[in-house]
């Protein structure tokens, strides 16, 4: 029997894509997100076209204080043990910082960082109890340099970077793998949330899921989609950051 997958950010994008492939692989998943019709319809789309799949739909907006302990309440109520989790929910949000909706910000912060690190510590803790798991912490190729005019978005995945690459270490000696995700730009619903243009060479969610899948399952560190998402690191961090700033003041 292969251990529960929970994906938070589940019914669009790289989420809906990593419980599509962890289906087709036989796990049963756990679909985590916020827009119940949205996540309903990503549900019975898996369902409809991977025959026998165990599928289980979680509503939970997961950027408001508190909402983590209602999520693991919810996984406890069903009396199941989490062997993988995926935290993946994410928004972003471009433009000048001083002239942005402050409480837009704080939803981000709160979703991006604080309920990521809430959620693992409830699931982590299972998972030593059980001395096996499996966490994958979806940050971006924002992590690794400042972002002006999208500022606040890759500080949160510079967090999430910082903090996965912790936790790794200390997790090793109870028997679990965490990963980091650094995907660049993907096609997917963020760009338009995130109120920026999907770029040109943005990579298909399916193909960032399916390099953020072997990475994970092979135990993989941080996880790098695209040559030219690596490439691009090869860059002086200066000039990476005064081409973001060049990129995004202008929208
Ligand atoms: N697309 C990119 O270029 C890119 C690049 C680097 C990293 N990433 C990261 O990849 C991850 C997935 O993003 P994506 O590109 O797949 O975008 P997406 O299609 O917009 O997916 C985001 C997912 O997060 C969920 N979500 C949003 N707000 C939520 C909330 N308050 N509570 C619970 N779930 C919420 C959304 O579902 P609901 O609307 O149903 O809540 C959706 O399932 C994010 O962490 C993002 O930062 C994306």
Redesign the pocket.
Known sequence: MKPYVLI????????YEFAKRFALEGYPVIMV???DE??SRACSEIKDHIKNCEIIKIV????KRGVSEELYHKVQDLNIEVGILIN?????YAGEFIKSEIRQQEDLMM?NMNNLVLLTHYIAKDMVANKSGKILN?A???AFQPGPYIGTYYATKSFVLSFSQALRRELKSYGITVSTLC????V????R?AGKQQLKF?MP?RKVADVGYRGLMKGKNVILPGIHNKAALLVPKKIRSLIIAKVYGNI
């Open positions: 938070t950010g589940a019914s669009s994008g790289i989420g997100s916020s827009n949205k996540l939970q907006d997961l950027s993946n929910a994410g928004i972003g979703l979806v971006s190729n924002g995907p660049g730009e993907t997917s619903d963020f760009a949330r943005s969610a």
